[in-house]
């Protein structure tokens, strides 16, 4: 049982952390396109 909580638990961080990472290169390329 621990370890699917375990496992979830490391998929939602790799998501969170993948959405994230998109976020923060869509906002660099918008202040590119500002400049």
Known sequence: MEYTIILGFGF???VASMLGA???ARN???KKGDD
């Open 12 to 14: 939602l961080l790799g």
């Open 22 to 24: 998109s976020y923060i």
């Open 28 to 30: 660099e390329e918008k």
